[in-house]
């Protein structure tokens, strides 16, 4: 079979652009083993709080905490769990692939304290806690993961109140104990 020369330049130059990718991606590849272990963490983000009459940004306050990377039995998933200080423990199922952490949607409070703005009442502030669904990703860096989590939708759990809660804008940095 005869290849015209024009076919076999634009074959070669398909070659020199996919090789490079895919011997890149094969370097990338990490193993549950290497994530599997202990994390410190530290969770911050800015989050969208929306009931009747307004909208408002504002900051969900730091959570710390350790994180346990465990290897589940099913091939590439792992049980991430996060052991928040002075809270409840979150268990959290994710699956590995390539560099990145791809986590299934889970259920968290989040305590949000806000600073009121109104001349009357400068300084008083109000904490309220929100049952959120996040989903997310993460990706893998040295000694460390970083998770980016996405509100899918959550709600205030205090009686008497109807605001809702959405982020595009947290992140969690956890950093692996030696």
């Given at each position: 079979?005869?290849?015209?020369k024009?076919n076999?330049i634009?074959?070669?130059?398909?070659l020199?652009?996919?090789?490079?990718?895919l011997?890149?991606?094969s370097?990338n590849?990490?193993?549950?083993?290497e994530i599997?272990?202990?994390?410190?963490y530290?969770?911050?983000g800015?989050v969208t709080?929306?009931?009747?009459?307004s909208?408002?940004?504002?900051?969900?306050?730091?959570?710390?905490?350790?994180?346990d990377?465990k290897?589940?039995p099913?091939g590439?998933s792992?049980?991430l769990v996060?052991?928040?200080l002075?809270?409840d423990?979150v268990?959290?199922?994710?699956q590995v692939?390539?560099?990145?952490?791809?986590?299934?949607p889970?259920?968290?409070?989040?305590?949000?304290?806000?600073?009121s703005?109104n001349i009357?009442?400068v300084g008083s502030?109000?904490?309220s806690?929100?049952?959120?669904?996040l989903?997310?990703y993460?990706?893998?860096?040295?000694?460390s993961?970083i998770?980016?989590?996405r509100?899918l939708?959550?709600k205030?759990?205090q009686t008497?109140?109807?605001?809702?809660i959405?982020?595009n804008?947290i992140k969690?940095v956890a950093k692996?104990?030696r």
């Open positions: 079979m005869k290849v015209k024009n076999r634009a074959i070669i130059r398909s020199l652009i996919v090789l490079p990718c011997i890149m991606m370097c590849q990490i193993t549950i083993g599997v272990g202990t994390y410190s530290k969770s911050s800015i709080i929306s009931d009747n009459s909208t408002y940004d504002t900051s969900i306050d730091n959570i710390i905490g350790t994180l990377v290897k589940l099913k590439d792992v049980l996060f052991n928040e002075n809270s423990v268990t959290v199922r994710a692939q390539g560099d990145s952490i791809f986590f299934d889970y259920q968290k409070v989040y305590t949000i304290t806000t600073t703005t009357f009442q502030t109000t904490t806690k929100y049952l959120v669904t989903y997310g993460g990706v893998v860096m040295d000694n993961l998770f980016y989590q509100i939708s959550g205030v759990l008497g109140k109807t605001q809702s959405r982020s804008n969690t692996k104990n």
